[in-house]
T-cell receptor, first 117, second 112 residues
Framework: NAGVMQNPRHLVRRRGQEARLRCSPM?????VYWYRQLPEEGLKFMVY????????ESGMPKERFSAEFPKEGPSILRIQQVVRGDSAAYFC???????????????FGSGTRLTVV | DAKTTQPNSMESNEEEPVHLPCNHS???????IHWYRQLPSQGPEYVIH???SNVNNRMASLAIAEDRKSSTLILHRATLRDAAVYYC?????????????FGSGTQLTVLP
């Protein structure tokens, strides 16, 4: 039973390019969460999605950032026109949704480390 | 969301027990208490959670105060691999999924 899969593990982009980060949730999980961790800082919530719906994007920067979780395929976090300040580790977590959540915790992926040069 | 307070850092000697405290005086009646840890260069890892009663699993034990305003994560025999940032998180109720809110956590250093 594979865990949360994130790819790529490392991504280098030049300023102004686009970054696309992928997250495949655990089998049976229908909820996906994206977090950002800047160097030497804690994890900050960005966005919470269910299949084809954004539930809460209160942590997403208003510009250049977008997220989707299509009916088929992984969740995508897209950063357009990247700047040096976007360099961070981006983590994805998944959960089963309602009812069974209390039985075990959220499962996190190993993250994508984005470096903007 | 209810907030938690944890010490910034703690040290322990290898193979000794570690008690990591967490205060959550504004916890609501339906909030579960969850603990996660983050090893260097990795994503957070679930450790344990509970509501009212003390809980044990293969990784740790969770002791919850009777008034639920504080809890303690207990690692019975710390190893070097337990060196990580430990997060105490509230607000995950049984009936719905919602995002986790991470605080600063406690950086645990395990000394050989």
């Amino acid at each position: 039973n594979a865990g949360v899969m994130q790819n790529p593990r490392h991504l280098v982009r030049r300023r102004g390019q686009e970054a696309r980060l992928r997250c495949s949730p655990m089998k049976g999980h229908s909820h996906v969460y994206w977090y950002r961790q800047l160097p030497e800082e804690g994890l900050k919530f960005m966005v919470y999605l269910q299949k084809e719906n954004i539930i809460d994007e209160s942590g997403m920067p208003k510009e250049r950032f977008s997220a989707e979780f299509p009916k088929e395929g992984p969740s995508i976090l897209r950063i357009q026109q990247v700047v040096r300040g976007d360099s961070a580790a981006y983590f994805c977590a998944s959960s089963p949704g309602t009812g069974r959540l209390a039985n075990y915790g959220y499962t996190f992926g190993s993250g994508t480390r984005l470096t903007v040069v | 969301d209810a907030k938690t307070t944890q010490p910034n850092s703690m040290e322990s000697n290898e193979e000794e027990p570690v008690h990591l405290p967490c205060n959550h005086s504004t916890i609501s009646g339906t909030d579960y208490i969850h603990w996660y840890r983050q090893l260097p260069s990795q994503g957070p890892e679930y450790v344990i959670h509970g509501l009212t009663s003390n809980v044990n699993n293969r990784m740790a034990s969770l002791a919850i105060a009777e008034d639920r305003k504080s809890s303690t994560l207990i690692l019975h025999r710390a190893t070097l691999r337990d060196a990580a940032v430990y997060y105490c998180i509230l607000g995950i109720s049984s009936g719905s999924a919602r995002q986790l809110t991470f605080g600063s956590g406690t950086q645990l250093t395990v000394l050989p």
